[in-house]
DNA sequence: CTTGTATTGCAAACTGTTCGCATTACTGTA
DNA sequence: TACAGTAATGCGAACAGTTTGCAATACAAG
């Protein structure tokens, strides 16, 4: 199942498939959000299942980055964090209490199509990101306690 | 002139006008592009004019920022840019050879209502970054030699 | 099963940033 | 203009996150 997923795409890739790897990828999975490598190490930490470096963990961000299988998420954190590749989406993120939320509609096109037009300096345009920052309704409530 | 200004903008933050905090704002307004605290050091080292620690550059970053009269720019770099407070605008960054351009229009508050009107978490959105990523068009006919 | 090479683990190095503390220099008041 | 109180500075050391070198390991192809 979610292994054998997780093999055939590092295969895709041209990279080895190792335990270490697919470990990795498998916390992506099960988080559902961004996460560093630190959490990453966190999480394998306590499953007990595979134990991975820290150093490997790093390592294979930048792996798995370079061939698109994950993807990088700047919240603005102490840390780096990744994500998934999937499907294209974007972020808010709680300035109180950390909390994020993903949204799936992205005008960035829009923006892109501007800038192709108005800059005599820009005209491909390879990504974007698209980062909002906000209170989440509990800590609204919460500050207004 | 610029020195009068720059004072005037520390006494309305209620901070000490030092010779420091005039220059890392001088540095800011000549360079016109982000900068990293690293940046700044090297520029003030080079002028001479005024000696300045790496440490004072980094707690005035802070205390500039939190009066909103700099703010941060997410470029994905090695280190942390910041820019001048002033009119609102986005950047897109040359992924070859980190050329920066600013641009001034920005849909995000399309992006927001969209997100108020979806989101259950999220009402109140206090901020947001857009930053592009592309190839100028240097590095694209550099490319194609 | 064997072999070649990519990958790992470990420890050490590095980079960007922060902190503690004694010294300095702004700012408000006399 | 001098003075006192306090914010801000410089210096060194500490830190966090990340990267690197190298020997040991384990994957993949034959």
Redesign the interface.
């Known amino acids: 199942m979610k292994h054998e997923y997780f093999s055939s795409v590092l295969k895709k890739c041209g990279v080895k498939v190792t335990k270490q790897r697919v470990a990795i990828l498998e916390v992506f999975e099960e988080g559902c959000k961004p996460i560093s490598a630190e959490g990453i190490f966190g999480v394998l930490k306590k499953s007990k299942k595979v134990s991975v470096d820290l150093a490997t963990i790093y390592r294979n961000l930048q792996v798995l980055e370079a061939h698109k299988v994950i993807r990088?998420v700047?919240l603005?954190g102490d840390s780096q964090l990744y994500e998934l590749g999937g499907h294209h989406h974007h972020h808010?993120l709680?300035?109180a209490c950390g909390?994020t939320?993903g949204?799936d509609?992205?005008?960035?096109n829009?923006?892109?199509k501007?800038?192709v037009k108005?800059?005599?300096?820009?005209?491909?345009?390879?990504?974007?990101?698209?980062?909002?920052?906000?209170?989440?309704?509990?800590c609204?409530s919460k500050s207004k306690k």
């Open positions: 990088r700047d603005r808010i709680c300035t909390a939320e949204f509609f992205c005008i960035a829009t923006i892109e501007h800038v108005q800059s005599k300096k820009f005209k491909v345009i390879t990504e974007h990101a698209v980062e909002l920052f906000g209170i989440c309704s509990e609204v």
